[in-house]
């Protein structure tokens, strides 16, 4: 059996290594244009700061490592110009002697990735415009600093690339601007918790520009859409990728509703004995079955496993994904999994969001405090989807919640998780727990919660509502939330007569324990529309 792959990075190679374990008589050829192969590309930021010195260490696999151990046939700068399903063959190109030949397949699997999206800008193709893709880019922008010594920076776009960038071009002196075209930052995060991360960042002196393009690029600056010229000696476009689907469309391979080539379970196209993988492909969410286009490491490596092993009269099958991503940004980790409060909105969920600031470990040990966004499920009680901004532990806790989303855990079983527990790692009870505990008893225990956004508006629509600070006059003194009346909670049960019965009352502290048990008392005295103000005024100042 002679099987081809087209592409050689996370999901090509993933997917030739997992056919050679299962046939070992087969004869695999893989084509790649590019030069470096099955490297990590997550990692080229930080060659680019030289947190990484040698870009060997990202790229320590080459054609003779996959030829010597697992006997694959690799060819680099060859690049596949067409695929002919019906002769089951493909014309290549080798890019160092322009000759054009043929070769046949009786398994094909298509691993052609994704291409950075290149937005209309003038200027765009200047020599300090950047985008950073796969190795000889990270080579480029890491020569073009050393050589050029520029001063300052723009950085278009927030996501994962985007920050990475940011962070490795400051820790090279360079004077960085980010510009977002969106209203907020960080496309997976929720605006809330995109608000309290923007915060966050401009305490760091980060200069975040919002809803602004880039129209001109020159050598020494950049033009906004609003005339706003800012100085800049080189550009990182961070925009967005797109997934590389004209081979597959031309040889009459069917694309999904997200514009990435359609796949089943077993990443077999629409034409038999083809395959694809990787960030060409669109895959689908766990939770709702319905397709997405996630171009992520990891997804690409386990779609490239399973389509080598059906290729190979495997029976591995896609389980979907929940999309879950983390990035360091300076000190900070920010990661997400599942569905934001936007798409579970959008899915039609009944949902019940809670957010809960808890440190990592305790204060004795240094702990940081991480702010965990839930969404759970009104009717199923399962968990929907998390974020979390914060500083360490933040890897640990996302992918705890990742395993119980995928498993359909519900907000009561949290509570419960027999976590690891010794104070230089956690809190007696994790930050974990107290989700579940916090959206447990507003689901089913009628400990409302009301998120700042709520509140904002419920005071707008000029409801009869009543806020109690339930913290110590001096913090009320410094700041509070507006038209909020200061009851400590020491002093509550005696003052409590001043607060009508027949309003909303919406009680808080600085993260939403003590809001937690003024809520209590109020219940207890008969209260009946009582709610916490979730993550407390921290979250509620952070998210404005």
Known sequence: ????????????????????????????????????????????????????????????????????????????????????????????????????????????????????????????????????????SARNIRDYIDNKKPKNAVIVGTGFIGFEMLENLICDGINVTIVEMQNKITPNLDEDMALFLENTLLKKNI??????????IDDESVTLNDNTVLKSDMVIMATGVRPNTELAREAGIEVGVTK??????????????IYACGDCIETFSSITGKPVYKPLG???????????????????????????????????????????????????????????????????????????????????????????????????????????????AKVDELFHLDLAYAPPFSTTKDPVHYTGMILDNALNNNRKIITPKQ???????NEKVQIVDARVSKQYDQAHVEDAVNIPHSNLRESMENVDKDSVVVTYCNKGVTGNATQNIFINHGYKKVYNLSGGYKFYKGSK
Request: hydrophobic letters at 35%.
């Open 1 to 136: 059996m002679r099987l081809l792959v087209i592409g050689a990075v996370a999901a090509g190679t993933s997917a030739a290594a997992k056919a050679r374990r299962n046939d070992d008589d087969a004869e695999i050829v893989i084509y790649e244009k590019d030069r470096d192969i099955s490297y990590s590309g997550c990692g080229l930021p930080y060659y680019i700061g030289k947190e990484i010195e040698d870009i060997g260490e990202l790229t320590p696999r080459d054609s003779s490592f996959f030829k010597k151990k697992y006997n694959i046939d690799v060819f680099t700068g060859h690049e596949v110009l067409n695929i002919n399903s019906d002769l089951k063959e493909v014309s290549v190109l080798n890019l160092s002697t322009n000759e054009v030949f043929k070769d046949n397949y009786d398994k094909l699997i298509i691993a052609t990735g994704a291409s950075p999206f290149v937005p209309p800008i003038e200027g765009i193709d200047k020599n300090n415009v950047f985008f950073l893709r796969n190795v000889q």
């Open 455 to 461: 509140l904002r508006k419920l005071v707008t629509e």
């Open 260 to 273: 990435a080539i359609k796949v089943n379970n077993k990443m077999e196209t629409n034409i038999t004995d």
């Open 298 to 408: 990891s997804t690409a490596n386990k779609t490239g496993r399973i389509a080598g092993d059906n290729a190979t009269n495997g029976n591995l099958e896609y389980k979907g994904n929940l999309g879950t991503g983390i990035f360091k940004l300076f000190d900070l980790t920010i990661a997400n999994t599942g569905l934001s409060e936007k798409e579970a909105i959008q899915e039609g969920y009944e949902i019940q969001i809670c957010h809960n600031i808890k440190p990592d470990k305790p204060a004795y040990f240094n702990g940081k405090e991480m702010v965990i966004k839930a969404i759970a499920d009104k009717n199923t009680e399962k968990i929907l989807g998390v974020q979390i901004v914060g500083y360490e532990g933040v890897d640990k806790r996302i992918d705890v919640f990742a395993t119980l989303i995928t498993y359909g």
């Open 207 to 216: 200069n975040i520009i919002k809803n602004s393009t880039i129209v001109k």
